[in-house]
């Protein structure tokens, strides 16, 4: 998948645990994104991230997530306390110059 | 109102039909537009690119109307492969909006 890498694939929380998902951008990019994936329902922006920076956190929920990318490692989407909403697939892309974005696998977080 | 609306689908066609999905957008500062392909627990794949003077890859033919604020996807000859959800996504400034996704079936 062209180099845009998540994992883990698949995560499993139980209610009040945390959630650390983890994306590695196409070599030599510094931006991600970060989209959720409800069930049925289509892709919704969370966050916008430079190396050591948020550009655009309109997305994300106020409370219990948060997210990073550090100069050195991957970007992480943190949530805490994950309750049976949060259930969803979590996709990261990386932009591309001409061609919109790749997109990352995917971690498919289930609470239970 | 939504910033990249779809039609909500879901549309079910006979194999060799031709389909064509519908997109508009809200923000008039968009500069490049995508249709993205997703299949069933997938990520989002790029279909194609959306130029201003359309274009066609194959089957597929993309439509641009600036001014009406709205972007189109024609499918030909529709395959049973075909099946999947289709993301009209809109670019302004680095900043990628998803429509929601128009479901398509192809039957034999």
């Known amino acids: 998948n062209a180099g845009v890498m998540q994992n883990p694939r698949h995560l499993v929380r139980r209610r009040g645990q945390e959630a650390r998902l983890r994306c590695s951008p196409m070599?030599?990019?510094?931006?991600v994104y970060w989209y959720r994936q409800l069930p049925e329902e289509g892709l919704k922006f969370m966050v916008y991230?430079?190396?050591?920076?948020?550009?655009?956190e309109s997305g994300m929920p106020k409370e219990r997530f948060s997210a990073e990318f550090p100069k050195e490692g991957p970007s992480i989407l943190r949530i805490q306390q994950v309750v049976r909403g949060d259930s969803a697939a979590y996709f990261c892309?990386?932009?591309?110059?001409?061609?919109?974005?790749?997109f990352g696998s995917g971690t498919r977080l289930t609470v239970v | 109102r939504k910033e990249v609306e779809q039609d909500p689908g879901p549309f079910n066609v006979p194999e060799g039909a031709t389909v064509a999905f519908n997109c508009t957008y809200s923000?008039?500062?968009?500069?490049?537009f995508f249709w993205y392909r997703q299949d069933c627990r997938k990520e989002p794949k790029l279909l194609m690119s959306v130029y201003s003077s359309g274009n066609e890859d194959g089957r597929f033919t993309a439509q641009l109307n600036r001014a009406s604020q709205y972007i189109s996807l024609l499918i030909r000859d529709s395959k049973l492969s075909d099946s999947a959800t289709y993301l009209c996504v809109v670019n302004a400034k680095n900043d990628m909006r998803f429509g929601a996704g128009t479901r398509l079936t192809v039957k034999p």
């Open positions: 892309a990386s932009p591309g110059e001409y061609y919109g974005y790749t």
């Open positions: 923000n008039s500062a968009s500069q490049s």
């Open positions: 070599k030599g990019h510094s931006h």
């Open positions: 991230l430079q190396k050591e920076n948020i550009i655009d």
